[in-house]
């Protein structure tokens, strides 16, 4: 089996769903996260120093989440769906991992046509507003994503594991997988373009870079 993983925001996605909800929450919110945002994408902090930070900030709720995901829905990223499909068919099975929002980020996905996500799981009050996170999931530190990657390719003995992301924390997988390729489409990053095996501004780019890396059946 051949896996190629996604980041979601800013790649599948072309938004980052933690600014979105900021936002909601007013400019004096929204500047701060996004500066947080901004600096741990770029490597400059560790995204666990950021990460409880930005959600007590914003405190989303179920009702934010769900209204996220179609937000996810109206920004994908144009070829997403074309591309997973060929992938798909050409005997690649996509995953995304995410430091994004589980309750957000799967539904959305789903519509992608991937089943698999690894994302970060929020906890909800009965009456829906914010109880907290998953505080030990490896994707909410800097770290994490690889230890992620890792576990899939022995879940689904995958022969070829490709990582697609913009961010710091998706540059962090580059040791653990066959092929790391950076997006910049929506963050142009400079420690993303300057590591990366290959860098693309357009995912109808990736099926072509894989059919030379990896020469379909």
């Known amino acids: 089996m051949k896996l190629v993983v996604f980041d979601f925001d800013s790649t599948l996605s072309a938004i980052e769903g933690i600014d979105e909800l900021a936002r909601a929450a ?3 919110v929204f500047a701060q996260v996004e500066d947080l945002t901004r600096q741990a994408m770029e490597g400059r902090i560790p995204l666990q120093d950021v990460f409880r930070r930005r959600l007590d900030m914003i405190r989303p709720s179920r009702a934010q989440m769900e209204s996220l995901a179609g937000h996810y829905r109206q920004t994908f990223e144009p070829d997403a769906a074309a591309v997973i499909a060929l992938l798909r068919a050409a005997g690649w099975t996509p995953a995304v991992v995410s430091g994004g929002l589980e309750p957000a980020v799967r539904p959305a996905a789903s519509d992608l046509g991937i089943d698999c996500v690894e994302a970060v799981p929020i906890q909800f009050h009965p009456d829906g507003t914010y109880a907290g996170f998953d505080a030990a999931f490896p994707a909410a530190r800097s770290g994490g994503k690889p230890e992620i990657l890792q576990a899939l390719r022995e879940r689904f003995h995958a022969s070829a594991l490709v990582m697609v992301g913009d961010g710091g924390s998706d540059l962090e997988t580059k ?22 095996e ?3 501004m357009d995912l109808a780019s990736l099926p072509p870079l894989l059919l030379q890396r990896f020469p379909w059946p």
Request: no cysteine; proline share 11%.
């Open 26 to 28: 007013g400019p004096e």
């Open 175 to 196: 040791p653990v997988v066959d092929l790391f390729v950076g997006f910049g489409r929506y963050a142009d990053r400079p420690n993303v373009r300057a590591g990366a």
């Open 198 to 200: 290959a860098f693309l």
